[in-house]
């Protein structure tokens, strides 16, 4: 793979340990990034069918294809299925025939009887033997599996708690740091212009593979914390070792030549507990975009002009609130139509038709795919509230400031949200909608319906909304993103220069 570098220019590459398609926040820097003068790559992952290289406007995408863990054991599966067929019973039998006679075959005549002699040579497999050898495996891997689990339950008897989802973490964990190790060494692969470089790690997994790089080039890196990396959604709390590590990586931010943090709460934790300093808020906000009511959602459900449609906008998974919000309908105001847009996760599917045929909501509830990021905000506005059911499972949901509040508040809509102490919190001290305290399908529909109580209250709230928006916009954060990298520019252009 080549990289299409610019001579003229510092070339500075985002480092990004995930899908970038539908992430606006990267698209937004490096768009910025270019206007600035770098020439600006990012290296992201990849899929099979898609090409490794994408030439876009004002940046390239390098993508790397690292399989998951369970797209290896599907690619290797028939090597396995291979190895297996070599201790096959057909293969074994004459075999098995001399280890097991006395205890399989009785009489002598029985083993003359199942395995014949033909007058060429060639053995003749009986059915009646290989049935009998089958047995005999099924029957011993049986009783290993039954030991197997009887350890297992004795294990958790005696440590009071599963052990499997702490084992499913563990492997996690252990084939994350490999993953990771692998992304650094394909990301120098595809970095062939080492001088003059800058490096952007976006988020904790990038951290290492762009320290790595700058030290190994002698160059800058700058670091773009977007969740906290011990507060995040997990399979089972991090374990000492996972603490130490993440703790330990996290603290190379210190070495960064510009931190930014996508939070406030993340900008106190870099600064106390790592001691990093000059970290940036930059707030992950749409650009601005003067309010235009949408016929989006006019064309894609029936609604008369006394019908509210409630929209949630985001992956569609565990761990969001949809179940609760999904059972809430029954509940809301006859006025109320609920639409979700989003990708649904191939897991959740089985678990959200459950629920779905359980309500049968069918004319108040929708399903809808997701939509352009550019087009989101846009489309957005032809709703008329937003709800953010986020639960508090771990820190990073607790107090985070999600993409989807701003542009709730770009699109317009009055925002429904869980009353927690980041979103909640600023949903209530800038007066922009309504909050629950738990997430029960009561409480969710009792905090939407308080909405439309009074319909002078609900316009005075969506007028908050649209000024606030003129705050909470790109326009905004953007001089502060470029004021940080302007020195950075200017050092990586003299060095190249000098050259």
């Known amino acids: 793979m080549t990289t299409l570098a610019n001579s003229n220019k510092p070339t500075l590459y985002i480092v990004a340990y995930q899908y970038v398609d539908y992430n606006t926040r990267i698209h937004k820097q490096a768009l910025l990034l270019s206007d600035l003068g770098f020439d600006v790559h990012v290296i992201c992952f990849g899929r099979i069918d898609n090409d490794g290289f994408e030439d876009r406007e004002k940046y390239c995408i390098h993508r790397v294809v690292i399989k998951s863990l369970k797209d290896r054991v599907k690619s290797q599966w028939y090597r396995v299925v291979s190895f297996l067929r070599m201790f096959s019973p057909y293969k074994l039998t004459p075999r098995l025939h001399l280890k097991y006679r006395k205890g399989l075959l009785n009489k002598k005549n029985h083993y003359e009887a199942n395995i014949k002699t033909q007058n060429n040579g060639v053995r003749v497999r009986n059915k009646k033997t290989e049935h009998i050898l089958l047995q005999l495996f099924a029957r011993t891997i049986f009783e290993i599996i039954t030991l197997c689990s009887r350890a297992l339950v004795l294990c958790e008897h005696f440590l009071g708690k599963p052990i499997g989802a702490s084992f499913k973490a563990s492997a996690q964990r252990f084939f994350k740091v490999l993953f990771i190790t692998e992304f650094a060494f394909k990301c120098a692969n595809v970095i062939e212009r080492a001088e003059s470089n800058v490096y952007f790690a976006h988020d904790l997994y990038a951290l290492p593979v762009a320290y790595w790089l700058s030290r190994r080039h002698n160059c800058q890196f700058v670091y773009d914390s977007v969740e906290l990396s011990l507060g995040r959604n997990r399979l089972a709390p991090p374990g000492l070792v996972s603490r130490f590590m993440i703790s330990r990586t996290e603290a190379l931010a210190r070495k960064a030549d510009a931190v930014f943090a996508a939070w406030p709460y993340l900008k106190k934790i870099l600064e106390k ?147 927690l102490k980041g979103i909640g919190t600023y949903v209530k001290e800038n007066g922009l909608g309504s909050v629950f305290n738990d997430l029960l399908p009561q409480s969710i529909a009792d905090a939407i319906n308080r909405l439309v109580i009074d319909n002078n209250s ?21 001089e502060k993103f470029v004021k940080a990298m302007e020195p950075i520019y200017l050092f990586s252009r003299e060095r190249l220069m000098n050259m």
């Open 273 to 419: 507990k790592y001691g990093v300093k000059r970290v940036v808020l930059l707030l992950n906000c749409p650009q601005y975009r003067p309010y235009r009511r949408s016929s989006y959602l006019d064309d894609k459900i029936y609604r008369d002009h006394n019908t509210l449609i409630v929209l949630y906008i985001g992956v569609i998974t565990e761990g969001r609130g949809i179940k609760e919000l999904i059972e809430s309908v029954k509940y809301l105001n006859n006025r109320f139509k609920v639409v979700l847009i989003g990708p649904v996760a191939q897991n959740y599917k089985e678990q959200l038709n459950r629920v779905l045929r359980k309500e049968a909501n069918d004319s108040r509830l929708f399903i809808l795919d997701p939509v352009p990021p550019n087009k989101v905000v846009e489309y957005a506005s032809s709703a008329d509230v937003g709800i953010i059911p986020i639960q508090d499972n771990c820190l990073t949901q607790i107090y985070c400031l999600p993409n989807k509040l701003f542009q709730n508040i770009m699109a317009g809509l009055p925002i429904v949200a869980n009353n």
């Open 458 to 478: 609900f316009q005075a709230i969506r007028n908050r909304v649209l000024e606030k928006a003129k705050e909470m916009c790109w326009e905004k954060e953007k």
